[in-house]
């Protein structure tokens, strides 16, 4: 007799998929432009220790001479007075993060309140590096994957016997078949490609399946 047995990944498949899984299992956005975003951080403590270097990995090679200029205009002007101060910050703030987005592909449309909701993974990924330890957000994707296979496969499963005659249950069955292919394929293609920069939603993994999902109930 088969038992049911909770679904196991190897760590070093999880490991290798990381940021790029997350495009499949939510939507937030990025949180480089964030003022609580890494990038404005970094860009807090260059002011505060006058060291520019500490911005300039943020940004390629090419665009150093702009956040230089930037960064020595900014600590000139926000000598004057505090309003001076807060001014200048937030010019160098929105320089460096519209620079940094530029570069990964992305539209820079000004920076973001602090606070703002980022689902489970981006915190949980920031979480892993400042303790070292990634066990949480293995445990987080491995969940999240499995709850998505299995309802999937569950659907499909379901509707797989159906009468031959019966054209609205067929198509049932397709639907959720292509749903639940492109759900694992999704998950395949995501462990053997490396997520880089800014995605477009519509270049994501999970796009392709929605944009499939639809067509497929036209």
């Known amino acids: 007799m088969m038992r049911n047995r909770t679904l196991k990944i190897p760590l070093t498949t999880l490991a290798t998929f990381g940021a790029a899984a997350f495009l499949i ?74 620079v940094h987005r530029m570069r990964e592909g992305a539209p820079y449309t000004g920076l973001k309140p602090a606070g703002r909701d980022l689902g489970p993974a981006i915190p949980a990924g920031d979480k892993a590096l400042e303790s070292g330890n990634v066990d949480p957000v293995l445990q987080l994707l491995s969940e999240k ?21 019966d054209l609205a249950a067929g198509r049932a069955f ?4 292509v749903e639940y292919i492109h ?16 995605y477009p939603e519509a270049e994501s993994p999970a796009a392709g399946v929605d944009q499939h999902k639809h067509e497929t109930e036209k």
């Open 174 to 177: 397709v639907k959720s078949y």
């Open 183 to 198: 759900y694992v394929e999704g998950l395949y293609e995501s462990t053997i490609s490396a997520a880089h920069g800014h």
């Open 25 to 98: 299992l939510q939507s937030a956005d990025a949180h480089c432009d964030g003022l609580d975003g890494p990038v404005v951080k970094a860009a807090e403590k260059a002011l505060s220790e006058n060291n520019v270097n500490l911005v300039l990995i943020w940004v390629q090679k090419e665009d150093e001479p702009e956040i230089k200029e930037a960064f020595e205009k900014t600590l000139a002007v926000r000598k004057l007075n505090p309003e001076a101060l807060e001014l200048a910050d937030r010019y160098f703030f929105e320089t460096l993060v519209r």
């Open 145 to 165: 994957m499995e709850h998505g296979l299995r309802d999937h496969f569950k659907e499909a499963t379901a509707k797989k016997k159906f009468d031959a005659d």
